[in-house]
């Protein structure tokens, strides 16, 4: 998946407007324009698609932790130059304050089971014996369920009206 694929499906499953993307990209001391965010948001095929770095697609998430779990006392992380599936999936973990079992049950709405110890390789360390490579399908699996546990689900609820229910005789 191309970091632009990522930024389209975030944006979407959380529902985000421009400035609030800019405000995410501001959150890890990245400044970038209105005119940058819609580029990188546009399709392949569009003459004005614009190929998001590494680097700025990392600030973002690192922004988009800040925004979701609060600032650390530490110094805010520097971008990552280089990014794979593996620190991307990882990013999002953190940002989500997700465990094992909720991730599990994330890919399990997509329709994709994977054991909790294959989950473990992806968070591993790339020395480590166990380490395994995030593959294009794990990323967008997670992803799409993402999309069904938060936005698709906020769609299907019907607004509750206490009227609704029947009153016993």
């Known amino acids: 998946m191309t970091n632009n694929d990522c930024l389209r499906r ?22 970038v324009t209105r005119e940058q965010v819609s580029a990188w948001l546009k399709k392949d095929d569009d003459p004005d698609y614009l ?10 998430l690192n922004g988009l932790i800040v925004d979701k779990r609060g600032k650390r006392d530490a110094e805010a992380p520097k971008p990552e130059k280089r990014l794979n599936n593996n620190l991307i999936f990882t990013k999002l973990k953190i940002a989500f304050n997700l465990q094992a079992e909720e991730i599990l049950s994330i890919l399990t709405l997509a329709g994709l089971a994977i054991s909790k110890h294959e989950l473990s390789a992806f968070f591993r360390r790339t020395d480590h ?8 399908q794990i990323l967008r699996n997670f992803l799409q369920g993402l999309q069904l546990r938060y936005r698709d ?17």
Request: with cysteine.
């Open 129 to 136: 014996k166990h380490y395994r490579e995030c593959k294009d």
């Open 10 to 31: 975030i944006r979407y499953i959380l529902d985000i407007d421009d400035t609030k993307m800019i405000a995410l990209f501001a959150l890890a001391d990245q400044q």
């Open 51 to 60: 190929p998001c770095a590494d680097v700025t697609f990392a600030a973002f």
């Open 153 to 169: 689900a906020e769609e299907d609820e019907i607004p509750f009206s206490w009227d609704q229910l029947e009153r016993p005789d």
